[in-house]
């Protein structure tokens, strides 16, 4: 496509339950980033792909999330036992290589109820 | 760590007003600067990279500028327009792992 892509665009969930957020990143992309940004704030960077492995993971808050990249195109942020503290947009973004300019998808609003 | 500031957190104008956005970084070892628009309950729009060797960068009416020794970069907005109204957000990115700080952003209102 011509851009970073992100299903779903919204998510309501309650808590406990399990979730899965999608990237599409800009095709040819092999650097592909997770940010997480609450309201009123910056985005905060959650873990970074170089092709199929995860080369940062230094920014995902604790054991319930993990995320994967298994063929080094689309990425999969997956959320365990979710919280109400959970609730964020989740942004992904996509760069030629790792360093270069990056760029953003819209976002998954997820709300944990 | 890297720490990123925006100060004002917000900013309104009058149309056709030519303005300066200010960003301040605490780690001066920056691979690069960028800065970003979004619009309410929109992703983020890349509208400038500045590379840490650079010192400025121009786009249509913008133009940002970088200082890494006193850790500061400027988006420069000419002759504003009510539709450059959005929160403007810059990131740099530091060291190896490639991740972008950002700053909180700063919401800009172009009165018409």
């Known amino acids: 496509g011509a851009g970073v892509s992100q299903t779903p665009s919204n998510k309501v969930t309650e808590k406990g339950k399990y979730v899965e957020l999608r990237c599409d990143p800009i095709?040819?992309?092999?650097?592909l980033y997770w940010y997480r940004q609450s309201l009123g704030q910056g985005p905060e960077f959650l873990i970074y792909f170089q092709g199929t492995g995860a080369a940062d993971d230094s920014g995902l808050p604790n054991d319930r999330f993990f995320a994967v990249r298994p063929e080094g195109s689309v990425s999969t942020l997956k959320i365990q036992r979710t919280e109400r503290g959970d609730s964020a947009v989740y942004l992904c973004a996509s760069s030629t290589t790792t360093g270069d300019e990056q760029f953003f998808g819209p976002g998954t609003r997820l709300t944990v109820l | 760590k890297q720490e990123v500031t925006q100060i004002p957190a917000a900013l309104s104008v009058p149309e056709g007003e030519n303005l300066v956005l200010n960003c301040s970084f605490t780690?001066?070892?920056?691979?690069?600067l960028q800065w970003f628009r979004q619009d309410p309950g929109k992703g983020l729009t890349s509208l400038l990279l500045?590379?840490?060797?650079?010192r400025e960068q121009t786009s249509g009416r913008l133009n940002a500028s970088l200082d890494k020794s006193s850790g500061r970069s400027t988006l420069y907005i000419a002759a504003s327009q009510p539709g450059d109204s959005a929160t403007y957000l810059c990131a740099a990115l530091t060291g190896a792992n490639s991740k972008l700080t950002f700053g909180k952003g700063i919401t800009l209102s172009v009165r018409p």
């Open positions: 095709s040819g992309h092999t650097a």
């Open positions: 780690d001066s070892a920056i691979y690069n």
């Open positions: 500045i590379q840490s060797s650079q």
